[in-house]
C-alpha cells in the first residue's frame, strides 16, 4: 500500500465557490490515470455528480489557480482543452463508486483523512477563539493585556512592507 500524506494532499485541495475542493488533474495524478480517463468516467456516471458534488470551473476561476500553480509550459498539445472540473468531498467520496482500482481505494480513503483532519483543524481554531472570549468575559479586566496578546498570537497583523526605491528629499 502506498503512503498519500495528509500534507500532500492537503496543498492539493483549494476552496472555490464557498467548498473545498480538489481539481481533476489532481485527482487523476493521485488515482494514477489520465485526466481525460477519469472525466469520461464521470460524463458516463453523471447523474451520480450533482453541484454541490462536482462543478465546473468558470474560465475566470481557472485563470485565478493556473497563476498560483506558475507559468504554463510551452508547445502544442500540452494545455487543456475544456475548464478543468473540481469535486468537492462527497464528489470525490462518489468517485470511489466509478474508480473501482484498488489504487483508486487507497487514494479515496487518504483523501477522506485529509478532508476530516482539515475540518478539525478549522473547528480548532473557532473553539479556541470561542472559550478564549468565554474567559475574557469572565475574567476581570486586569487580565486583559494577557487577552490581547492571545488574539493578536491568533490572528498576526499583516507587515507593514517599506516602499521600494529611492527617497528623495
Known sequence: MKNYSIQKIGRKIYFIRGYRVMIDSDLAALYQVETKVLNRAVRRN????????????????????RCQFGTLNIGRGIHRKYQPLVFTEQGVAMLSGILRSK???????????????????????????????????????????????????????????????????
Not at 46 to 65: A, G, I, K, N
Not at 141 to 147: A, E
Open 46 to 65: 453523471w447523474d451520480r455528480f450533482p453541484e454541490d458534488f462536482m462543478f465546473q470551473l468558470t474560465p475566470e476561476e481557472y485563470e485565478s489557480l
Open 103 to 169: 489504487c483508486a481505494v487507497e487514494v479515496n480513503i487518504a483523501i477522506m483523512r485529509t478532508f476530516v483532519r482539515i475540518r478539525q483543524m478549522l473547528g480548532t481554531n473557532k473553539d479556541l477563539a470561542r472559550k478564549i472570549a468565554h474567559m475574557e468575559n469572565k475574567y476581570d479586566k486586569q487580565f486583559k493585556v494577557v487577552f490581547d496578546a492571545i488574539r493578536q498570537l491568533l490572528n498576526p497583523p499583516t507587515p507593514k512592507r517599506n516602499p521600494i526605491g529611492i527617497r528623495c528629499k
